[in-house]
């Protein structure tokens, strides 16, 4: 039911830091999380973590466990061995503040960037009609919880820190891609997603996708559907040329 | 100034990654599956031969179609329009730059390639080795949003696929017959449509490009179709990729005389 | 002494708290033209908003038409026992429709009917579907939209200011500990980042508390550690008062098992979607739960009952769907009496009842959750449940329209503000409370400042005062034990959680307090080790004493009030008494908040035409005769 499992926990500031060892009890149903407040309540009282909700529902406990993103309260402690030794570190790609603690403000600062939703004006109060099936594509990517894991695995800027500068992130990408599958959004941002939000930097490797807690699949059904929409726009000359003699929608602003 | 993972301000920890799963396994095997096919394909059509199986009527896709007066007799099933080709040009040039192309620029294989054959990255949350990285932004990168096109090509290649297909179903005695090879030129052509319609851009093409599916009902049940397809993209994509191989190299045996083809009936 | 440096800012409006109603005040406060500053004690977008899973309630009418606000207002007093304030009800209900749908405004993506408006569901206490929703991640969609939405109005401030944060701010990470005033009016807020340690001073004549609830003073709970009552401590001391602080409510469903998650939330869109309760024997006991003031309200029988999900005019709704303070009460009978699941719940079934498919659409954070935290398969398995602390109903005392308190210049809205959900609040009715109330509170902060001749001034000695007490924890104690304040944080939740949980008794009420008063002694001897840089020991200590002086108002009003009603439930006092309907006990505290006081007072009467709304039958189970007086059925008779 209840053993002594082994721990390496990060800890340290923006200076300097390193791996620290702990033996701490665990027990049956356990999570991560559970495991660094007991280190908290009882080996290393400051040692600091963020959390809110622990039922991965605010995406606030990002950090990385043998080496993976992953929330601490969604990783069972089931999951391992119990001769496991666990390394627990704070997100790689953020400045660190201290310990398991990141300085996640580069996502705030990119999500100012994207236009936000621009509402038809002819519609009051009450009116807005929307199918369901219409607002499905994008109510799947309104289950994030901005936990910033796929912005923290995305090699694009993890691997590349001079890219945060022109490369958004999968998060805010796939923003981009909600607000362009919005039946009612009047704004383009087509273009604007691969000149200045990167688009093209991505390689499509889904890592994105693979450590999405919400299971969204970003890449599938975010990021290459934009891909394809900058396609059109940008790279197609057929659908350029067909866009110039039939004047559809609103693209010949462009 | 380090960059990366070691890039100042960040936590500073000096291994690559504390990974303990067996993330080599991917790149690996992928690399493998990929090179293999690379080589096989370069010197299969540099061959120029043992593309067509003349009692059964089997042709290849790797050779589908021949259009060329260069091809075997009876290996034309579109005609001839093509005249002479060249000798320092495979005679296969169109139907393989078709393929390589479709797949070199498909949304999986690109994935299998970036991560195994670039390590851009080999697996996530691992370093890659590049000091700088554009991704898909720039020449010759961006090239690859032209898949559709090799979409539209694949697409054709597909339905003489399954023309070449219906031609398998030839009995040794002139009338409708059928042998090991016809089965496996249906497996095939099954995977190669699978392939070819559950494509991201096919996914586009049909219905992702709508703002408003309610308005366009029919294309919206096509885009629901090819999302379920979609799904399994990369499963299609090796799988076909197997059976492409699987199905050239019976048929080049089955040309050269090394083996003889099994008849399920006449 | 510390060496005391403080950051200052000036701003018209401070919203403590960026949950629904913080961020709906600050988007009124900003679009009324002034500088609104957000302090969150978390990131921006990870309130605990993001946990309300079900709906918003809002009388729209789109899935039954027969809805109105006269509806969603006789619900709303019916679920609270009728002890709500009447006129923040009557506003709640009228409202509600039109922030749901600004909220689409804004970007928000609820789930369609098939015409393309709204869909609304069904949930407990509501007499038609009423609840917008996004599957069962309500909140998240919520907090997202009002997220989004001050981005976008930071964008249009960039556009004219060259300044995103020109006229919006948001301070995330950083706790308020004190309110400062000038004379009786509110003069400012001291605060301190969490990540560096370093303090900050808001000057503001007005401040909006938007900061949510206490439970994290209780051991299971589904509160996040946000939950610390900040804000009504901050109001306490402040010389405001908090209402119905004896009404705490302890949501039927949570998770029981495993003990890590113990208390963790089950949407009662499970039970809204078909789910039912079962004991360990198999049977839908909740039919043997009906009280009679809901007598003939509800199904009788399980045929009935089930036939009410397809056809809801003809049939009564399941005692699944009870008030929840009904069902936490039925299932620790069930508990009690023997008959609770393995790990002291019951069971919450769905796969019996739904498709998988079906369920995993609906449901599908419900799904994940017990997937991943318990490994339990609700598509195949039964889920185990059992009560859990969720939300105080009691709070600050506001004027219904302006949302202000007693104090000039501090206002209230959401959880941390009392009087709309009188003894008990209906599933639903909270995200709308939010909107509504937010909403007014940045109008009310509007108008106050509109009218205020000068601002008012902060005394430097009032602010190292503030300093002073926000470093004491690092001041080890010269003699006697130093206090672990995680060892104080669980010996309290376990007191509370015990003694003044779901079933009181005087008594154990009385021993709580003593309990409190041991634990307000030790908690002066907290210490905390290393440095002001993101320590959580130190955020807990300052936390800790905003717990304790909460904890005693629920306590205090908890043994004041003898009688049971809504979620305060007295073991030795069962029924409900029509005496203490018309009273609210008001809490108090001095300016130190070392010691809370607690004192009756009677409520204001319910306006006629509201009283009227409301069959003779009904009230009379509820009020004194002599309160009926002048209603038309007794004045014609």
């Known amino acids: 039911m209840s053993y002594k499992g082994n721990f390496k926990v990060w800890r340290g500031d923006d200076t300097s830091g390193g791996l620290e060892d702990f033996v701490v009890e665990v027990n049956e149903g356990e999570v991560v999380l559970d495991i660094i407040h007991r280190l908290q309540a009882t080996q290393a009282p400051d040692l600091a973590v963020r959390w809110n909700c622990k039922a991965g529902k605010c995406g606030s406990c990002s950090a990385e466990i043998n080496g993976m993103p992953r929330l601490l309260c969604m990783t069972r402690m089931s999951v391992f061995t119990e001769q496991e030794t666990i390394t627990v570190t704070p997100l790689r790609t953020f400045p660190v503040v201290r310990d398991l603690v990141t300085d996640v403000s580069y996502n705030y600062q990119k999500a100012r960037e994207v236009p936000s939703f621009t509402p038809p004006e002819n519609l009051g109060l009450g009116e807005y009609r929307m199918k369901q099936r219409d607002v499905e594509r994008s109510q799947e990517f309104r289950k994030c919880i901005e936990c910033f894991l796929c912005q923290n695995t995305c090699h694009v800027i993890r691997d590349h820190e001079e890219n945060k500068e022109s490369f958004s992130g999968p998060r805010f990408l796939m923003r981009i891609a909600e607000l362009e599958m919005h039946p009612l959004d009047t704004e383009d941002r087509t273009r604007d997603a691969q000149d200045e939000h990167g688009l093209g930097y991505c390689n499509i490797t889904k890592c994105c996708t693979e450590v999405c807690p919400e299971h969204i699949k970003i890449t599938d059904n975010a990021l290459i559907p934009m891909k394809e929409r900058v396609a059109d726009r940008k790279y197609d000359p057929i659908v350029w040329l067909g866009n110039q003699l039939f004047r559809r929608g609103s693209h010949n602003k462009h | 100034m380090k960059a990366g993972v070691g890039a100042p301000g960040r936590a500073q920890i000096p291994e690559r990654t504390f990974r303990t799963d067996g993330w080599r396994v991917y790149p690996l095997t992928t690399g493998a599956i990929l090179i293999f096919f690379i080589l096989y394909a370069t010197v299969r059509i540099f061959m120029n031969q043992w593309y067509w199986a003349p009692e059964e009527h089997y042709l290849t896709p790797l050779y589908s179609p021949c259009l060329s007066t260069s091809c075997v007799p009876g290996s034309s099933h579109f005609g001839q329009p093509m005249g002479e080709i060249p000798a320092f040009l495979p005679m296969a040039f169109i139907t393989f730059v078709i393929l390589a192309g479709f797949r070199g620029t498909c949304y999986y294989y690109r994935k299998a390639g970036y991560r195994s054959l670039f390590m851009a990255p080999a697996a996530c949350a691992v370093p890659e080795p590049h000091k700088k990285y554009t991704g898909e932004s720039k020449f010759p990168l961006v090239i690859l949003n032209a898949h559709r096109y090799f979409f539209y090509g694949a697409l054709v290649f597909a339905c003489i696929n399954i023309y070449d297909a219906v031609l398998s179903f030839h009995g040794k005695d002139g009338g409708i017959g059928m042998g090991v090879g016809t089965v496996i030129i249906l497996i095939n052509v099954a995977m190669l449509l699978a392939y070819t319609l559950s494509c991201h851009a096919c996914r586009h093409i049909v219905g992702g490009r709508l703002k408003n599916f309610s308005k366009h009902p029919l294309r919206y049940r096509y885009w629901t179709f090819v999302s379920k397809l979609n799904v399994r993209h990369g499963q299609f994509a090796m799988i076909s990729l197997v059976t492409v191989i699987l199905t050239d190299a019976y048929i080049m045996a089955v040309a050269a005389g090394w083996i003889t083809d099994l008849r399920i009936f006449n | ?637």
């Open chain 3, 1 to 637: 002494m510390v060496q005391v440096q403080v950051e200052r800012f000036a701003y018209d409006v401070v919203v403590i708290g960026a949950g629904g109603a913080g961020l709906r005040a600050a988007i009124e406060a900003r679009q009324q033209g002034k500088r609104t500053a957000i302090v969150t004690k978390s990131l921006f977008g990870k309130a605990h908003t993001v946990m309300a899973e079900g709906g918003c309630a809002a009388s729209m009418g789109n899935v039954n038409a027969k809805d109105n606000w006269e509806v969603h207002f006789r619900d709303t007093m019916r679920g609270g026992k009728f002890l709500n304030n009447w006129r923040m009800a009557e506003l709640h209900a009228k409202e509600a429709p039109d922030r749901v749908w600004e909220l689409e405004t804004y970007g928000a993506l609820f789930d369609r009917t098939k015409d393309g408006r709204i869909s609304q569901r069904n949930f407990g206490g509501h007499t038609y579907p009423r609840l917008a929703h996004v599957g069962d991640r309500t909140g998240l969609e919520m907090i997202r939209t009002m997220q989004q939405k001050i981005v976008s109005l930071q964008q249009e401030d960039f556009e004219e200011h060259g300044d995103y944060e020109a006229m919006l701010k948001v301070f995330p990470e950083c706790t308020i500990t004190e309110l400062i005033k000038d004379g009786d009016r509110i003069s400012g807020a001291f605060a301190y980042w969490r990540d560096s340690g370093k303090f900050l001073l808001f000057e503001t004549p007005a401040i909006v508390l938007a900061t949510g609830g206490i439970g994290k003073s209780f051991k299971v709970t589904s509160n996040s550690w946000e939950y610390t009552g900040d804000g009504h401590a901050l109001a306490l001391r402040a010389g405001a008062t908090l209402i119905n602080m004896e009404f705490v409510q302890f949501h039927p469903t949570g998770m029981v098992w495993p003990p890590s998650v113990k208390g963790i939330l089950v949407t009662e869109g499970v039970r809204g979607d078909g789910g039912v309760l079962k004991n360990s024997t198999g049977e839908r006991f909740m039919f043997g739960y009906i009280p009679d003031v809901f007598k003939g309200q509800y199904a009788e029988t399980e045929k009935e009952a089930d036939a009410w999900y397809k056809d809801q005019d003809n049939n009564r709704r399941t005692p699944d769907l009870l008030p929840r303070d009904e069902v936490a009460r039925a299932i620790n009978s069930e508990v009690k009496a023997g008959r609770g699941s393995p790990h002291g719940g019951v069971f919450l079934d769905i796969a019996s009842r739904l498709p998988a498919d079906e369920i995993r659409r609906r449901l599908p954070s419900m799904y994940h959750q017990f997937k991943e935290l318990a490994d339990v398969d609700i598509t195949s398995q039964p889920m185990e449940v059992g009560p859990t602390c969720h939300y105080v109903m009691g709070g600050v005392e506001v004027d219904p329209d302006t949302a202000s308190s007693v104090v000039p210049g501090l206002f209230a809205a959401g959880e941390v503000a009392g009087g709309m959900h009188g003894s008990n609040r209906l599933g639903g009715n909270s995200l709308s409370d939010l909107i509504v109330f937010g909403r007014r509170a940045g109008l009310g902060a509007v108008s106050y400042l509109d009218g205020l001749a000068e601002r008012p001034t902060i005394s430097e000695s009032d602010v190292d005062d503030a300093a002073n007490r926000a470093v004491a924890p690092f001041d080890w104690p010269t003699e006697g034990q130093a206090e672990n304040p995680y060892t104080i944080h669980a010996e309290l939740q376990q007191s509370m959680n015990d003694l003044v949980g779901i079933i009181r008794k005087e008594e154990e009420v009385q021993q709580a307090l003593d309990k409190l008063v041991e634990l307000k002694e030790r908690a002066r001897f907290v210490a905390v080790e290393g440095r002001r840089e993101f320590n959580p020991g130190w955020h807990l200590s300052l936390d800790l004493r905003n717990m304790l002086l909460v904890s005693e108002c629920v306590a205090k009003a908890a043994l004041m009030r003898t009688e049971s009603r809504g979620g305060h439930t007295r073991d030795d006092f069962p029924g409900m008494d029509a005496q203490w309907r018309n009273t609210l006990l008001v809490c108090s505290s001095d300016e130190r908040g070392t010691h809370a006081e607690v004192a009756a007072k009677p409520q204001e009467p319910m306006r006629e035409d509201l009283l009227e709304l409301f069959e003779l039958s009904e009230l009379e189970k509820y009020y004194t005769d002599e309160e009926l007086t002048q209603h038309s059925g007794r004045a014609g008779q």
